[in-house]
């Protein structure tokens, strides 16, 4: 029975994502990027407080989150999100290269980590283990 008299279509429901990044230029492009490779982009936040209280009011499955940030840094949002009722699937990003973090990514909360320059809808979903 359908209910409303609406039809079922098998379309796939879009990962919902949450961009987080000190660099306005940046975020414009992740987003352009990552909604036309099927995310959709609920908000956009500079900072780690800014983040903290987007993921509250906004619930992303994913956030893409620069581990540089003024304030609070991506780390440690990270680690606070964790600590949520419910997590999103947390993906750190930087321009600088992962070995410069040592082994902060592996030890972090977060999924893993994808270059700036390497930022796709495929990478990430295959890092945050979501359908784009």
Excluded: W, Y
Aim: negative net charge; aromatic residues 4%.
């Amino acid at each position: 029975m359908v209910l409303g008299g609406g039809q079922c279509h098998d379309r796939p429901v879009p990962t919902t994502l949450l961009i987080v990044d000190d660099h306005v230029a940046f975020r414009r492009l992740a987003r352009r990027v990552l909604q036309a490779e099927g995310f959709e982009v609920l908000g956009e936040a500079g900072n780690g407080e800014a983040a903290l209280a987007a993921v509250v009011r906004l619930r992303p499955n994913v956030v893409l989150l620069d581990i540089l940030l003024p304030g609070i840094d991506g780390f440690e949002v990270a680690a606070r999100l964790a600590e949520e009722p419910v997590q999103p699937r947390v993906v750190l990003t930087s321009s600088r290269e992962a070995v410069e973090f040592g082994d902060r990514i592996l030890t972090s909360a977060a999924a893993g980590f994808i270059h700036k320059d390497e930022l796709s809808g495929a990478a990430l979903a295959r890092v945050a283990g979501v359908a784009s």
